[in-house]
């Protein structure tokens, strides 16, 4: 259901919302707003346990559940505030991601053929028009497929303006694709802003060159970074250039190399292997109280 309120203030939301929990028998209501309140928590939770969704630093007692898949986890900050009263599931093994991800099998090409290249929603044509300048300058590179995910606020238009024009590159640009599984699993290398896409890549064990659109990823794409789970090209945002540049040279080297697009794709996949909503459902579902 579509409330139609104002996500900035949940409080606009609660004359609705306690018409719907006191009309029907809810079991369990699962939050997922970085707007969340305690005071929120507080009121729903007088109708049947909550749970919350995200990394935003929220300290509530009244919290059945907290999931936070990031990989960047304050362990400190969950120690302190939540104790055996509430369920705590921490990690990107929790991300929750869609069916098509789950039980993902893949096999490595010999040779690199395609890399699929997606920055979200959004997307950045400076870092993307940089990214491709400098792969028309390596031979090497000039023989692989590009499917390049166009977001929903980045236009077909703009895109083929700044990336089909100056040199014969195979470039598909996709938009509103319904299987982001089947398009992974057809793709030897990703270049990928760091955001839950990232998560989905590694259900599909693809190697990814990952890099930041937005200050809000910078935590999360180090923790991967330190991990070993992913080659880090840096912040888009701070330099375009300098990030498309560091990308280009670690798809050389994935492009390569077959023993390292293994290596990272099975570290990933290690990471987050797809089942994080099966994780969460099933926690839930030891929560509830029947009758």
């Keep these: 259901m579509n409330l139609g309120s104002d996500w900035s203030n949940l409080a606009c939301d609660f004359p609705l919302i306690e018409r719907l929990l006191e009309s029907d028998d809810y079991s369990f209501v699962l ?39 990031s990989t960047a986890i304050d362990q400190d900050f969950y120690a302190q505030y939540y104790g055996n009263e509430t369920t705590s599931l921490l990690g990107p093994q929790y991300a929750p991601l869609r069916k098509q991800f789950a039980n993902v099998k893949r096999s490595f090409r010999e040779n690199a053929e395609s890399v699929l290249i997606t920055s ?16 028309r300058m390596c031979p090497e590179l000039s023989s ?34 319904s299987d982001m599984a089947d398009l992974m699993l057809n793709s030897d290398v990703s270049i990928s802003a760091c955001g839950t896409t990232v ?9 990814t060159i990952g890099f930041c659109l937005v200050e809000e990823q910078v935590p999360s794409a180090k923790g991967l970074r330190e991990s070993g ?21 670690a798809l050389r080297q994935l492009a390569k190399s077959l023993d390292m697009r293994r290596c990272y794709g099975e570290k990933l996949h290690r990471i987050s292997d797809g089942k994080g909503a099966l ?7 030891g929560l509830i109280v029947v009758g």
């Design 31 to 69: 939050i997922d707003t970085y707007s969340i309140t305690n005071e929120y928590v507080s009121r729903i939770s007088a109708y049947c346990p909550v749970g919350y969704l995200g990394s935003k630093a929220l300290i509530s007692d009244s919290l059945t559940l907290i999931v936070n898949y």
């Design 120 to 135: 979200g929603n959004t997307g950045d044509g400076r870092f993307l028009a940089s990214l491709f300048s400098f792969i």
């Design 144 to 177: 692989l497929h590009y499917s390049v995910v166009c977001g929903r606020y980045f236009s077909q238009e703009q895109a083929e303006c700044e990336l089909l024009s100056g040199g014969e590159l195979s470039i598909d640009l996709l938009s509103n694709v």
């Design 199 to 207: 998560y989905e890549l590694g259900a599909c064990s693809v190697p």
């Design 229 to 249: 789970s992913i080659m880090y090209a840096g912040e888009s945002f701070v330099d375009p250039n300098a990030c498309a540049e560091s990308a280009v040279l």
């Design 279 to 285: 994780r969460i459902a099933e926690a839930v579902s």
